[in-house]
């Protein structure tokens, strides 16, 4: 594979949660290339399917100001601080945003959502065998709890009323995990 050379680097915008940056490479063939690059300052995050006894799972009813709507997601969140572990997070933000906490969790992907701009690492988790916790949102967050059944989530994947690819991973790897028997 022949590879690309960074010429140089310039922060163009340095934000809360990532950094905006022009990204000059030279060209296999010693060209030059410019690309947007925004980097995520914790890494990344993690998210978390959580599927009870009934074969339901919990999702986050939320805004989201990137689609300008409000979207239907599994619980996740950012790492507190980086080098947090994604098992971590994940169980954190489960029970913050649910107020369930799983005791079985299983991971199933790291996951850059996309790779051409943003570098931004998601580990997905499933967790099972979930146990009532304490609900404690961060005051920015007005989240509703939607109980679903998992084929209904997974048509809803294929319907377009679940398009964040993190939870679209995580569906999908649940029923690939089962179909191999790792759940029941």
Known sequence: MVEFKRKSLELLYDAKIVALYKDVLE??????VVYDLIKHKS???????LVDE??????????RNSLDAVDLEIPAGGYSFHG???????LREAEEETGWIPQDIYHVSNMISSVGTFD??????IG??????KRHLDPTEFIEIVRVPMEEAREMIYSGKIVD????VAILAYYDKKSRGIFK
């Open 27 to 32: 060209t296999p063939d010693g060209g030059e």
């Open 128 to 133: 099972c065998n979930l146990k009532k916790g």
């Open 120 to 125: 931004e690492k998601t580990d997905v988790y």
């Open 54 to 63: 009934e074969e339901y799972t919990y999702l986050v009813r939320q805004y």
């Open 165 to 168: 690819s993190k939870t679209i």
């Open 43 to 49: 890494g990344g995050g993690a998210g978390i399917l």
């Open 84 to 90: 947090e572990s994604g098992e971590t997070c994940a």
